[in-house]
């Protein structure tokens, strides 16, 4: 039994004129489709919060979800354009989609961690606990947030490293930079010094920097001196914290830091580097046991060695 060339060819032509030009609509739709997700999702956040968008906060959580959102878009148009074509090839929908599903259960049972990663990809992004350009630390990797998915969170730290971390290891985030920052000092001193007149130079430092119109911008509240913290080894250390604009806080504090030590210099402030004082203990009758000091004289061959000690009177 023969095919009938000409009667195929007659029908693959009719074919050809009625389902090709559709197929080849649905082929541009999906291009235009791909290319405008990101601009369909930039729009949306710029129509919801027009007033907003000069905030810096805001900006990144629409980068962050426009992103998502253009993903989103993306994967729907791409399945709505294959179910189409299969339906214009005359190929039954239904038991492609039976099929599917079989094979998505399947899939899902062998890939639990992806669907992990999706659903806890879903509530960070819910719950806006990380955003594009956020300096954050999740599982054990810290760095600034260069992409958000609902798989991973693409970090890079200070040296250059990026790292790459599931949403399904995330069970606690830290972030630096939620809406504002802040950066904690602790200021050492010797023992001599006048606590008032450091915690008054701190303060004129502060306001100095906080008039700079290179950081004044970034510092939102003058700084606020908790007090003396604590008495160390060879220092008494005062606390104190300002607050910035997210991520600026270490810029900041690099720069208020150099001030005061150029300020500490110029009022004779002491700032101490870490000592030991030996103390060998007297006896009853208030005697010290001697000290043998070994002096080191010219060269290591020649040794200068001498004894003290205190007595009574």
């Known amino acids: 039994m023969g095919i009938d060339f000409t009667t195929y060819l007659d029908e693959t032509i009719k074919w050809i004129i009625k389902s090709g030009p559709r197929i080849v609509v649905i082929l541009v739709l999906v291009f235009l489709g791909v290319k405008l997700s990101h601009v369909v999702a930039g729009r949306l956040f710029t129509l919801v919060g027009r007033r907003k968008m000069m905030d810096e ?21 791409i399945i709505l354009a294959a179910l189409m074509i299969l339906a214009e ?43 594009v350009g956020d300096v954050v630390q999740v599982a054990d990797k810290g760095g600034l947030v260069e992409r958000l998915s609902l798989r991973m969170v693409v970090l ?70 908790l007090g003396l913290d604590q008495f160390g080894e060879s220092a008494v250390m005062i606390k104190a914290r300002t607050k910035t604009k997210p991520i600026k806080q270490w810029n900041v504090a690099r720069e208020f830091n150099r001030r005061l030590k150029k300020r500490f210099d110029e009022k004779n402030i002491e700032i101490p580097f870490p000592h030991v004082t030996l103390y060998l203990g007297q006896d009853k009758a208030g005697h010290a046991p001697p000290l043998n000091v070994a002096i080191e004289d010219g060269s290591r061959d020649t040794l200068k060695t001498r004894a003290t000690g ?4």
Not at 58 to 66: F, I, M, P, Q, V
């Open 89 to 131: 090839l005359g190929i039954p929908i239904g038991p492609v989609l039976a099929a599917a599903g079989v094979v998505g259960l399947a899939v899902g049972f062998g890939a639990q961690h992806l669907v992990q990663d999706v659903i806890s990809g879903f509530f960070i992004l819910l719950d806006d606990q990380i955003r």
């Open 156 to 225: 890079r730290d200070l040296s250059g490293n990026v790292h790459y971390v599931r949403n399904g290891k995330i069970d606690i985030v830290t972030n630096m930079t939620k809406d504002y920052s802040r950066y904690v000092f602790d200021i050492g001193v010797a023992y001599r010094e006048d606590v008032d007149e450091v915690i008054e130079v701190i303060k004129q430092v502060d306001k100095e920097l906080r008039n700079d119109p290179a950081f004044g911008p970034d510092i939102l509240e003058p700084i606020e001196i």
């Open 310 to 313: 205190t007595s009574p009177g």
């Open 57 to 77: 906060e805001y900006k990144k959580r629409a980068d962050t979800l426009s992103a998502v959102i253009a993903y989103l878009i993306r994967a729907t148009v």
